[in-house]
Protein backbone atom coordinates (compact mmCIF):
# COMPACT_ATOMS: atom_id res chain seq x y z
CA UNK A 1 0.00 0.00 0.00
CA UNK A 2 1.67 3.32 -1.08
CA UNK A 3 -0.34 6.64 0.09
CA UNK A 4 -0.19 10.09 -1.55
CA UNK A 5 -1.10 13.09 0.40
CA UNK A 6 -2.13 16.58 -0.76
CA UNK A 7 -3.73 19.78 0.21
CA UNK A 8 -1.74 21.29 2.36
CA UNK A 9 -0.68 25.20 2.18
CA UNK A 10 -0.74 28.61 3.40
CA UNK A 11 -3.84 29.76 4.81
CA UNK A 12 -4.91 32.72 6.93
CA UNK A 13 -6.66 32.26 10.63
CA UNK A 14 -9.97 31.41 10.22
CA UNK A 15 -9.40 29.85 6.97
CA UNK A 16 -9.78 26.63 5.27
CA UNK A 17 -8.19 23.77 3.79
CA UNK A 18 -9.11 20.04 2.77
CA UNK A 19 -6.34 17.73 2.70
CA UNK A 20 -6.93 14.40 0.91
CA UNK A 21 -5.23 10.98 1.32
CA UNK A 22 -4.98 8.51 -1.54
CA UNK A 23 -4.28 5.08 -1.01
CA UNK A 24 -2.91 3.14 -4.11
CA UNK A 25 -4.87 -0.05 -3.62
CA UNK A 26 -8.60 -1.21 -2.37
CA UNK A 27 -8.24 -1.74 1.60
CA UNK A 28 -10.34 -4.47 2.52
CA UNK A 29 -12.23 -4.58 6.50
CA UNK A 30 -11.22 -4.04 8.81
CA UNK A 31 -8.82 -1.04 8.64
CA UNK A 32 -8.77 2.39 9.49
CA UNK A 33 -7.40 5.41 7.83
CA UNK A 34 -6.44 9.03 10.04
CA UNK A 35 -4.61 11.79 10.10
CA UNK A 36 -1.79 12.76 12.42
CA UNK A 37 0.30 15.98 12.74
CA UNK A 38 3.66 17.06 14.28
CA UNK A 39 4.82 20.52 14.91
CA UNK A 40 8.70 21.53 14.83
CA UNK A 41 9.89 20.64 18.23
CA UNK A 42 6.93 18.67 19.51
CA UNK A 43 5.59 15.34 19.69
CA UNK A 44 3.39 13.84 17.14
CA UNK A 45 -0.52 14.36 17.69
CA UNK A 46 -3.50 12.44 16.49
CA UNK A 47 -5.98 14.38 14.51
CA UNK A 48 -9.05 12.34 13.40
CA UNK A 49 -9.62 8.55 12.31
CA UNK A 50 -12.30 6.96 10.17
CA UNK A 51 -13.16 3.29 10.39
CA UNK A 52 -13.94 1.15 7.53
CA UNK A 53 -17.53 0.98 8.53
CA UNK A 54 -17.62 5.02 8.59
CA UNK A 55 -16.81 5.49 12.42
CA UNK A 56 -15.34 8.76 13.25
CA UNK A 57 -13.00 9.91 15.93
CA UNK A 58 -11.56 13.31 16.99
CA UNK A 59 -8.88 14.79 18.57
CA UNK A 60 -9.87 17.03 21.26
CA UNK A 61 -8.01 20.03 19.78
CA UNK A 62 -9.79 20.03 16.47
CA UNK A 63 -13.36 18.27 17.31
CA UNK A 64 -15.96 20.19 15.98
CA UNK A 65 -13.59 22.46 13.81
CA UNK A 66 -12.30 18.93 11.39
CA UNK A 67 -14.40 16.58 9.62
CA UNK A 68 -12.93 13.21 7.92
CA UNK A 69 -14.60 11.47 5.22
CA UNK A 70 -13.67 8.62 3.02
CA UNK A 71 -14.49 8.01 -1.00
CA UNK A 72 -14.29 4.26 -0.88
CA UNK A 73 -15.06 4.52 -4.73
CA UNK A 74 -11.73 6.55 -4.93
CA UNK A 75 -9.79 4.95 -2.23
CA UNK A 76 -9.52 8.31 -0.80
CA UNK A 77 -9.57 10.03 2.59
CA UNK A 78 -10.17 13.73 3.13
CA UNK A 79 -9.32 15.98 6.47
CA UNK A 80 -11.89 19.14 6.49
CA UNK A 81 -10.06 22.08 8.48
CA UNK A 82 -12.37 25.07 8.91
CA UNK A 83 -11.48 27.88 11.37
CA UNK A 84 -7.82 27.19 11.58
CA UNK A 85 -5.61 28.79 14.06
CA UNK A 86 -1.65 29.22 14.16
CA UNK A 87 -1.50 26.23 16.85
CA UNK A 88 -2.77 24.26 13.58
CA UNK A 89 0.49 24.42 11.76
CA UNK A 90 1.96 21.46 11.14
CA UNK A 91 3.25 18.93 9.07
CA UNK A 92 -0.19 15.95 8.68
CA UNK A 93 0.27 12.79 7.85
CA UNK A 94 -1.77 10.03 6.82
CA UNK A 95 -1.77 6.69 8.38
CA UNK A 96 -3.31 3.41 7.28
CA UNK A 97 -3.74 0.69 10.09
CA UNK A 98 -5.31 -2.95 9.49
CA UNK A 99 -5.05 -5.57 12.09
CA UNK A 100 -2.20 -7.67 11.83
CA UNK A 101 0.06 -5.65 9.70
CA UNK A 102 2.17 -2.72 10.02
CA UNK A 103 0.72 0.98 9.82
CA UNK A 104 1.23 2.70 6.92
CA UNK A 105 2.33 6.08 6.85
CA UNK A 106 2.21 9.06 3.70
CA UNK A 107 5.31 11.70 3.51
CA UNK A 108 3.61 14.39 5.03
CA UNK A 109 1.81 17.43 3.64
CA UNK A 110 2.34 20.91 5.42
CA UNK A 111 -0.04 23.23 6.52
CA UNK A 112 0.77 26.73 7.79
CA UNK A 113 -1.76 28.83 9.42
CA UNK A 114 -0.09 32.28 9.37
CA UNK A 115 -1.14 36.15 8.80
Known amino acids: VQIVESGGGLVQPGGSLTLSCAVS????????MGWHRQAPGKQREFVAKISHDGNTFYGGSVKGRFTISADKAKNTVYLQMNTLKPDDTAAYYCVVERLGTDDVWGQGTQVTVSS
Open 25 to 32: ERLFAPYE
